[in-house]
T-cell receptor, first 114, second 108 residues
Framework: NAGVMQNPRHLVRRRGQEARLRCSPV?????VYWYRQLPEEGLKFMVY????????ESGMPKERFSAEFPKEGPSILRIQQVVRGDSAAYFC????????????FGDGTRLSIL | GIQVEQSPPDLILQEGANSTLRCNFS?????LQWFHQNPWGQLINLFY???GTKQNGRLSATTVATERYSLLYISSSQTTDSGVYFC??????????FGKGTKLTVNP
């Protein structure tokens, strides 16, 4: 999967806890995208970030979810006070440019809420 | 926003058969990608093909941007081809919009 590294691969949390999902893009890629795949559904866009900037968060739930892509280090998707409905596969993708190039996907993080 | 429809939703083949998967989209696009999601949930990037034709082994894809569709061809299918095939597009913004997928089952 073209070098996008996501961790952890699997994450189990109890209701009310916080979940932190990490994504290291392909070296040299400055654009990061997060997508969510709910059970038995397709993938849906959540947020698009460049270094230190959120460009488009139109797919993010209004509460409990946040994302960042700091100048140094991986991109982080943070879910506070998780609920059962947050159980899903979360995929990160990266690209070197905003348009005209493929997005490269990681293997995803499977989040399970007990 | 842009709409993506994939057909057929399900496809069952015998090993060795050929198949064609279709992706229709509702507006002009600057990115079109085909993915294979394997039984372990990994998304494998098959093609980046906003227009034209590409081939990679037993797989090939064609996008006719002016008519707003793309086709994925799988020849001499193998059991390892089983999984869900997604088409995803973007047009005007960077976010990819995914179709609901075609679930392919290849029987030995």
């Amino acid at each position: 999967n073209a070098g996008v590294m996501q961790n952890p691969r699997h994450l189990v949390r109890r209701r009310g806890q916080e979940a932190r999902l990490r994504c290291s893009p392909v070296k040299g890629h400055s654009h990061v995208y997060w997508y969510r795949q709910l059970p038995e559904e397709g993938l849906k866009f959540m947020v698009y970030l460049q270094k230190e900037n959120i460009i488009d968060e139109s797919g993010m739930p209004k509460e409990r979810f946040s994302a960042e892509f700091p100048k140094e280090g991986p991109s982080i998707l943070r879910i506070q006070q998780v609920v059962r409905g947050d159980s899903a596969a979360y995929f990160c993708a990266s690209s070197p440019l905003d348009r005209g190039t493929a997005q490269h996907f990681g293997d995803g993080t499977r989040l399970s809420i007990l | 926003g842009i709409q993506v429809e994939q057909s057929p939703p399900d496809l069952i083949l015998q090993e060795g058969a050929n198949s064609t998967l279709r992706c229709n989209f509702s507006d002009s696009v600057n990115n079109l990608q085909w993915f294979h999601q394997n039984p372990w949930g990994q998304l494998i990037n098959l093609f980046y093909i906003p227009s034209g034709t590409k081939q990679n082994g037993r797989l090939s894809a064609t996008t006719v941007a002016t008519e707003r569709y793309s086709l994925l061809y799988i020849s001499s299918s193998q059991t390892t081809d089983s999984g869900v095939y997604f088409c995803a597009v973007s047009g005007g913004s960077e976010k990819l919009v995914f179709g609901k997928g075609t679930k392919l089952t290849v029987n030995p």
